[in-house]
């Protein structure tokens, strides 16, 4: 009977932008689970109803997202479905999904390096709940005003990271002309004591346009002055040499003329 059968144990619930899995152990053999969600103020809904996996997708019966939830998996036999008798079952620890789903990792739209300017343009993850239109609701659209983002950047290869927040979708930032920046973009929510920090957008790095100075620096600064006083120089000095090798040679052919004279 009911009794002899093992109930579930590490029981948690996995859930990102809402889209929330509970998984237990151990795989069953010679019976079943079935899944019963029971909110504080909503009626007990069942899932996952006589399964052999130790998963179950609840997604849909969370939608009340400030709701607290206990889930209770029971271990049933098939057989024993008409007994009266409550089967054995294991309750999970309280969820809310408002306040413990992960938010995702944002998606990057569209950004630019132009002159002093970064400039990045991103998208909020989508969540399983739509609208009646069909449209999928944004964790925007869910959060409003308790979600932020940050953008964090630094220049390509330095360790050094800078950070601004903003609640809509777009940031513009000043950085080092001509210097290739790298960022990512985060979702926060400052009024949770855990799971605060979301996932991390993928890391980008801009390809500023560099001129030859920004390329090579103080190098080619170094050169460009030589090559300046050399040039200085040749103007200066050149017109001298030339000027005394006129006059020599016009004070050589006066001395050659004299010579002749005297012959």
């Given at each position: 009977g009911?009794?002899?059968?093992?109930?579930?144990?590490?029981i948690t619930w996995s859930s990102i932008n809402f889209k929330t899995i509970l998984q237990w152990q151990p795989k069953p053999s010679g019976y079943f689970y079935t899944v019963e969600i029971h909110g504080q103020t909503s009626d007990v809904k069942r899932k996952c109803i006589l399964t052999s996996e130790t998963e179950c997708d609840v997604t849909d019966v969370l939608r009340n997202v400030k709701e607290t939830y206990t889930a209770h998996i029971l271990s049933v036999e098939p057989a024993e479905m008409d007994n009266f008798e409550e089967p054995p079952f294991a309750v999970s620890e309280k969820f809310i999904p408002y306040s413990q789903t992960v938010i995702g990792k944002p998606e990057i739209k569209d950004y630019s390096q132009k002159g002093s300017k970064l400039n990045v343009v991103f998208k909020d993850p989508l969540t399983p709940y739509m609208f009646s239109n069909g449209s999928f609701l944004s964790i925007q659209d869910i959060f409003q005003h308790d979600l932020e983002y940050k953008l964090y950047y630094w220049k390509d290869q330095s360790s050094g990271k800078?950070?601004?927040?903003?609640?809509?979708h777009n940031f513009e930032v000043s950085v080092d002309s001509g210097k290739n920046y790298c960022f990512y973009v985060q979702g926060i929510i400052?009024?949770?004591?855990?799971?605060?920090?979301?996932q991390e957008s993928m890391v980008l790095c801009t390809s500023a346009e560099k001129n030859i100075l920004d390329e090579y620096g103080t190098e080619v600064f170094i050169i460009l002055a030589v090559i300046a006083v050399a040039v200085i120089t040749l103007a200066i000095v050149l017109p001298v040499v030339l000027c005394k090798r006129k006059k020599a040679k016009k004070a050589r052919a006066v001395r050659e003329k004299e010579l002749l004279n005297g012959v």
């Amino acid at each position: 009977g009911y009794t002899d059968l093992p109930t579930a144990v590490n029981i948690t619930w996995s859930s990102i932008n809402f889209k929330t899995i509970l998984q237990w152990q151990p795989k069953p053999s010679g019976y079943f689970y079935t899944v019963e969600i029971h909110g504080q103020t909503s009626d007990v809904k069942r899932k996952c109803i006589l399964t052999s996996e130790t998963e179950c997708d609840v997604t849909d019966v969370l939608r009340n997202v400030k709701e607290t939830y206990t889930a209770h998996i029971l271990s049933v036999e098939p057989a024993e479905m008409d007994n009266f008798e409550e089967p054995p079952f294991a309750v999970s620890e309280k969820f809310i999904p408002y306040s413990q789903t992960v938010i995702g990792k944002p998606e990057i739209k569209d950004y630019s390096q132009k002159g002093s300017k970064l400039n990045v343009v991103f998208k909020d993850p989508l969540t399983p709940y739509m609208f009646s239109n069909g449209s999928f609701l944004s964790i925007q659209d869910i959060f409003q005003h308790d979600l932020e983002y940050k953008l964090y950047y630094w220049k390509d290869q330095s360790s050094g990271k800078k950070d601004v927040t903003t609640k809509s979708h777009n940031f513009e930032v000043s950085v080092d002309s001509g210097k290739n920046y790298c960022f990512y973009v985060q979702g926060i929510i400052p009024s949770r004591r855990e799971n605060r920090n979301g996932q991390e957008s993928m890391v980008l790095c801009t390809s500023a346009e560099k001129n030859i100075l920004d390329e090579y620096g103080t190098e080619v600064f170094i050169i460009l002055a030589v090559i300046a006083v050399a040039v200085i120089t040749l103007a200066i000095v050149l017109p001298v040499v030339l000027c005394k090798r006129k006059k020599a040679k016009k004070a050589r052919a006066v001395r050659e003329k004299e010579l002749l004279n005297g012959v």
